[in-house]
Every structure is written in structure tokens, then in C-alpha cells.
């Protein structure tokens, strides 16, 4: 019942000492398609509540005009039809008697107040001129692309716990290649070799356990940064691989993770490997095989196996993954898939598996191995130390040096960017352009975001209007944070507090992230709900300030990992009254 809600609603006596004047309740912005009728109010202390007051409203620079007569106690309606769109000063008079006032107010007409993120990733060598807002800010942001964006995640793995055989090798290889690639002075790992590497040379992942000849040979292709004994490693991988004794024959996958482990050992295994992948071989064995060729440095025939894996990968707001039949499958299939991509220097799928398995992923398995393959593999494509960049800004050149994956930001306007003439010095460097643009017309939606609009309430003068946001998100999207932007009707005001107390049975509100220039910004993920308000719903208030004809645009809901992919909600036109 909108008559309970006392949101942004209170009465006053103000005390006037002014004979006569006039109030106006009048938006910054109108939209072309409104046609606003400008509520005004006169008061002093020379006037009574029966007086009549004439009114006339007119638009610079036009023939427009419209008068009117009320009493004191009562508000006028000034009409205006549709604005041409720019500034426009609008002036008010008013006069009863021998008393006048008039007050202008210079609005801005605009098409739409709708506008869309941009956001581009260019390496910064490739790029001679910079698009970006014309009215606004854009930001900037440059990113080492040198080894050194690889540091930070290097750096975990050498803080990396555990006593199994993958974390220990992990920990003591990570802080290695930290001294070795970033020249630092970090304490290397004493590892007991013994504890996990049998006689026979196989490794097992604790001491108690058996050797295992997949970690085996993964172990195999870090290469010569490992404790172990590398002649005991090929020689068990070597009898396991020819064993005839059925209780260990290897299974496929075991055979094609030993064969890409003697590739990285440098034994000649390309005649064998070949007969091998004439079997009929499952997706686990194939992304194996591949590995073994990319270890014997086959990378076209590595690459060759890795596209016909790849083309099964779901790709949803820039993640990469395929599926398997569980969670631990899915982890390992696609940790495998990103060492292939990494070493295939296959840039936008290695990005994208590495953030699925950092943000995605939940199977039990571990997969720290892995991840370090994939740097080693990564280094080979990138340039050792700093990287430096030099750019223009108000007359003064500046130096940036970049380290460790470090990142700097400017925030420049048109004029600014023109001028800017960021280049790289030394190494590689990518650049981040981010800026808002005015909508023209809607781009192209995505069926798997949903997002609808209602309004309850009275579009009366006075009233209180509830608005609802129901947005609903497809399964298959992996759970990310969503920005949802909704264009208040320029005769309605957003009511930012509401008084709500414990006992109201109607506690659903949402109050905005942002509230810019009649545009609510909120903030959600693929399943918010409060204990108040329905499942994936933003409820909002909104006050009325102008009757006449408005235009609601298009709520908007896009996704923040990836702003191309968003959906919209009805556009409609709303009418406003007063009686």
C-alpha cells in the first residue's frame, strides 16, 4: 500500500519573508521524447491562498510558450511538448496582482542517458591511435607483459604447503625459478629425494604409497630443476612402458603420460608414439599424446591434437573449459589443456582455462603441477625483466618502469588522449582502454541473461512508485558478479533511504551502488537473494516530480568479467497525472 510509505515524504512550515515567489520542481535532464509539465508553487507573505497567480512558462530561442492561471493553494502545470535536443534555458513567470517572479533553469535534452562500457586490450606496440570518450573520462591502464605477469602466480606456488610429492616439487621448483628469473635470493627446499622416488626410480605422491606413473612422468617434464634421479626416472618409465607382466600393464593414459615423459627426457620415442595413436583413443589419452609431441618439440602436431580438444570447450564471459563426466575430470582434463596452450602459446585459450580452474573449478584433485608447466611453457614466449613505457601528458614526458606483472593507470579526457603517445621502451607491454559510450542504438543481447522491469503503484502526483528488477541467469553461466543500470523516467525521482521499521511486513529494498543523473547502478551475481525480496529480484522506490509524458528506456543487465554480453528489459512510455 504506497499510502504507508513515508519514503523521501514530510511536511514542513517554512517560514517566508520574501511578499511573493515561485518553486519549482525541475529535472537537469529531459530525454527528446518527453513532454514534462513543470510543477511550480507560489508562496510570501503578501499573497492569500485564494489568490489567483498567472504563469508562463517559455524555451529560449523558440516560439514555445504556455500560460495558465491557479490559486495560490494550488499547483500549476506547465506544459512543454517534445525539446529539441542541447541546453535549453526554460524561464517561469509568474504574477498575481502587482507582484511577479520568475526564476530560469538551463536543462539539458539529450537523446538517451543509456550509455555502454568499452573496454579493449591491445598490446601497446600494435596501436598507432587511441579511440576513446568524447565527453567523459578514459581510463588507461598499462600491464607488464613481460615474465613478470606470471610472478605473483609463481609466488604462491613457492609458498605452496603440503608434504605430498607434487607440492613439495612444486614448492622448491617455483622458488628456483623466482631466483633464476627474477634474480631474487629466496632459501631453496631441502627435498628428501628418497622419501618419494623408489629404487626402482618411480615416484609416488606420498611415502607410503605406490609409484605412480602418470606424477611420474609429469615429474619428468619439469626437466632438470628436480631432486630426483633423471637416469632411475627414464629407466622406470622405460620397464614400465615394456612390461609384459599383466598386473602392471600400463592402462592408454598411463602409456601416452609416460611416452610425453621420456619426450621431455630426450629419448627418442616419435616411431613408437606413432604406432600408438593409431588405436582408438579416449579424449584423456589424446591430450597426452599431444603433450608428447609438444615435449619432442612436434609443436605443429601438437597443436594439430590440441584444436581437435579444444573445439569441445564451452567459452562463457571469456572462460575456457571442457567438461567431463566429474568435477576431479574436468580439473585435470582442462589443467592439461592449459600446459598445451601454454606451450603452444595459444594466448586467449591459455588466459581463459586458467581462469576457469582459478575461479571454477572444484574438484578435489590438485593440480599445482600443472600450473607450474604451464608457467615454464608460458616463459618461453615472454621477455625477461622490467618492461618501460613512456607517454605525454600537459606538456611533460614521463617514464613508466613495470616489474613483477606491476600495472599503472591514468585517467585522461579527449583533449588528453589525443596527445598521449604512450610507447614501449623495452619488453612488452599490453594496454587496457576503458570508457563509457553513448547508446545510438542497442547492441546485440544475450539469451542466456534475462532481465525484466515492472512498476506497481500509481503514476499520479504525489505517489510512491515501486519498481522490481527480475533478472534471471542461465545454469550453463558460470557464477560471476552482474551490473544491472536502470534509467529513471524523467518525471520520477529515486527515493535513496527508506525508513522501514521491524515490525513493516513489505521490507524489500535495494538501494543503489551508483545513482548518477536519474541512473541507478546495482551490483549482483548468478543468484542473490535477500531475506526480503524475491529470489534474483532489485526493488526500488521512485517519487514523483513531473507529471506529463516520459520515456523509461531500457533497464540494462551485462555481465562485469566480459560487457559484451548483457540483455535489456521493455522500453516503454509512461504518462503522469495529477488529477
Not at 537537469?28 to 498567472?54: F, H, N, R
Not at 585435470?332 to 596452450?341: H, R, S
Request: hydrophobic share 40%; glycine share 4%.
Amino acid at each position: 500500500d504506497t499510502n504507508k510509505i513515508q519514503a523521501g515524504v514530510n511536511k514542513k512550515n517554512v517560514s517566508t519573508t520574501l511578499p511573493f515567489f515561485i518553486h519549482t520542481a525541475i529535472q537537469p535532464t529531459y530525454l527528446t521524447d518527453d513532454q514534462p509539465e513543470i510543477i511550480v508553487i507560489a508562496q510570501g507573505t503578501a499573497v492569500k491562498q485564494d489568490d489567483i497567480v498567472s504563469y508562463k512558462i517559455t524555451v529560449s530561442g523558440t516560439d514555445i510558450a504556455y500560460t495558465t492561471e491557479v490559486s495560490v493553494r494550488d499547483r500549476a502545470h506547465l506544459k512543454l511538448p517534445k525539446l529539441p535536443e542541447g541546453k535549453q534555458s526554460i524561464v517561469i513567470h509568474a504574477q498575481t496582482g502587482n507582484l511577479k517572479d520568475a526564476v530560469s533553469h538551463v536543462v539539458q535534452i539529450v537523446p538517451s542517458r543509456l550509455s555502454i562500457p568499452v573496454v579493449e586490450e591491445k598490446k601497446l606496440a600494435d596501436v598507432s591511435e587511441w579511440s576513446g570518450s568524447q565527453t567523459g573520462l578514459t581510463w588507461m591502464t598499462f600491464v607488464d607483459a613481460n615474465q613478470g605477469k606470471y610472478y605473483d602466480d609463481l609466488q604462491q606456488l613457492s609458498w605452496r604447503f603440503g608434504d605430498r610429492a607434487d607440492e613439495v616439487i612444486v614448492r622448491a621448483v617455483a622458488t628456483e625459478l623466482l631466483n633464476i628469473v627474477f634474480k631474487e635470493q629466496n632459501a631453496v627446499l631441502d627435498v628428501d629425494a628418497s622419501a618419494y622416488q623408489k629404487d626402482d626410480g618411480g615416484i609416488r605422491l606420498l611415502s607410503y604409497a605406490d609409484p605412480d606413473p602418470i606424477l611420474s612422468a609429469k615429474i619428468a617434464l619439469l626437466g632438470e630443476e628436480t631432486p630426483f634421479d633423471e637416469l632411475k626416472l627414464q629407466a622406470y618409465m622405460l620397464e614400465r612402458l615394456y612390461k609384459s607382466d599383466s598386473k602392471h600393464v600400463l592402462t592408454q593414459e598411463e602409456a601416452a603420460w609416460v611416452y610425453a615423459g621420456l619426450a621431455a627426457q630426450k629419448k627418442p620415442i616419435f616411431a613408437e608414439l606413432k604406432r600408438f595413436e593409431k588405436q582408438d583413443l579416449s579424449k584423456e589419452t589424446q591430450l597426452a599424446v599431444a603433450m608428447a609431441h609438444l615435449y619432442s618439440g612436434n609443436s605443429e602436431v601438437a597443436r594439430v591434437l590440441y584444436k581437435a580438444l579444444i573445439k569441445e570447450a564451452k567459452r562463457e564471459l571469456k572462460y575456457v573449459w571442457v567438461d567431463a563426466s566429474t568435477p576431479e575430470k574436468i580439473k585435470e582434463f582442462n589443467a592439461g589443456l592449459l600446459i598445451l596452450a601454454s606451450g603452444l602459446n595459444e594466448v586467449q585459450d591459455r588466459d581463459g582455462l586458467k581462469d576457469y580452474l582459478d575461479n571454477h573449478a572444484t574438484g578435489q584433485t590438485l593440480v599445482v603441477l600443472e600450473d607450474l608447466l604451464a608457467i615454464k611453457e608460458a616463459f618461453a614466449f615472454t621477455k625477461s625483466g622490467a618492461s618501460k613505457l613512456s607517454y605525454s601528458l600537459r606538456g611533460e614526458i614521463k617514464t613508466i618502469e613495470l616489474d613483477h606483472g606491476d600495472t599503472y593507470t591514468l585517467a585522461v579526457n579527449a583533449d588528453e588522449l589525443k596527445f598521449l603517445n604512450p610507447n614501449v621502451v623495452s619488453g612488452d607491454v599490453t594496454a587496457i582502454l576503458a570508457y563509457q559510450k553513448p547508446i545510438s542504438s542497442l547492441p546485440e543481447v544475450s539469451s542466456k541473461i534475462r532481465l525484466k522491469r515492472e512498476y506497481t503503484g500509481s503514476f499520479k502526483e504525489g505517489e510512491i512508485v515501486v519498481v522490481d528488477l527480475s533478472y534471471a541467469i542461465d545454469s550453463s553461466v558460470p557464477n560471476e558478479h552482474y551490473e544491472i543500470t536502470d534509467s529513471v523516467p524523467s518525471g520520477l525521482t529515486p527515493v535513496t533511504y527508506r525508513d522501514v521499521g521491524y515490525q513493516e511486513t513489505d521490507s524489500c529494498v535495494s538501494y543503489p551502488d551508483t545513482d548518477t543523473d536519474q541512473t541507478l547502478t546495482f551490483f549482483v551475481n548468478n543468484s542473490s537473494k535477500s531475506s526480503y525480496c524475491p529470489q534474483n529480484t532489485i526493488r526500488y522506490y521512485a517519487r514523483v516530480l513531473n507529471t506529463g509524458t516520459f520515456k523509461a528506456e531500457p533497464a540494462i543487465i551485462r555481465a562485469m568479467r566480459d560487457v559484451s554480453v548483457m540483455n535489456v528489459s521493455n522500453e516503454q512510455m509512461i504518462t503522469i497525472t495529477h488529477d
